[in-house]
Each structure stands twice: as structure tokens, then as C-alpha cells.
């Protein structure tokens, strides 16, 4: 297996966790009533939400250009 796979598989599922974290981030009261009064999550929410959506994006790019190359 080429080390770009394994770092793609890698990114993709730290992606995923991260999303899982932010997901449950949003779920929480305070972030409830924070989103409710100000509109937007908060701060660390957001950075989970950001991270995890580029480590899934990173790691099907990596998965993909593999694939195409082979």
C-alpha cells in the first residue's frame, strides 16, 4: 500500500472524528443558546467544523489521485 493511501486513509478518518466532535459541539446547551443569540457558533466549534472538513477533503484527494495515478 503507497504511503500517499495511507495518509489519505489517515486524514480521512481524523476528518471524520473531528467532525464527530463538532457535531456534538453544536449539540450542547451553551452552544444551543449561544447559536441562538448570536447567530454563529462559537469559535472552537468552528474550528472543529473547518479542520474536519479539510482532513476529509485532504484525505479523498490523496485517496483519489492515487487511484487515477494506478
Do not use: C, H
Not at 466532535?21 to 446547551?29: D, G, M, T, Y
Not at 444551543?32 to 484527494?61: C, D, H, K, N, P
Amino acid at each position: 500500500m503507497p504511503k500517499s493511501n495511507i495518509i489519505g486513509i489517515v486524514a480521512l478518518a481524523l476528518g471524520g472524528v473531528l467532525l464527530f466532535f463538532a457535531w456534538r459541539a453544536s449539540n450542547a446547551p451553551v452552544e444551543q443558546i449561544s447559536e441562538a443569540l448570536t447567530g454563529r457558533y462559537t469559535s472552537s466549534t468552528m474550528w472543529f467544523l473547518v479542520a474536519g472538513i479539510v482532513g476529509v477533503v485532504a484525505g479523498v484527494a490523496l485517496l483519489v489521485s492515487d487511484a487515477l495515478r494506478a
